[in-house]
């Protein structure tokens, strides 16, 4: 069975910084492109930043040169730093990638349970 996992949430001050993690756990073959979206209250779920097996990666507007996503293969895990935090990134951040576990030997999409992210003074 294959888990993403969030952590690193929390309540963050406007201007500071916070830092995700994703970590996909169970029986892992490979992980693939792996993204961040968020929800806030009353809009729909968008994406924040993704990141390709090779490293790629592509953010949305709003958190250009702000946001940086990165990942460690080796670990399994993604990370998303999050700098000059602005109210209206509050949200539930959720993880979300293909993985190919090792009881299937199939690539299939999973999401994580998310994590809040909230910004205020």
């Known amino acids: 069975q294959v888990q993403l996992v969030e952590s690193g949430g929390g309540l963050g001050q406007p201007g500071g910084s916070l830092r995700l993690s994703c970590r996909a756990s169970?029986?892992?073959?490979?992980?693939?492109?792996v993204g961040w979206y968020r929800q806030a209250p009353g809009k729909q779920r968008e994406l924040v930043a993704t990141i390709t097996r090779d490293g790629n990666t592509n953010y949305a507007d709003s958190v250009k040169g702000r946001f940086t996503i990165s990942r460690d293969i080796a670990k399994g895990t993604v990370s998303l730093q999050m700098n000059s935090l602005k109210p209206e990134d509050t949200a539930v951040y959720y993880c979300?990638?293909?993985?190919?576990?090792?009881?299937?030997?199939?690539?299939?999409?999973?999401w994580g349970q998310g994590t809040q992210v909230t910004v205020s003074s």
């Open positions: 169970g029986s892992i073959f490979r992980v693939y492109d």
């Open positions: 979300n990638g293909d993985v190919t576990s090792t009881l299937t030997m199939r690539r299939q999409n999973y």
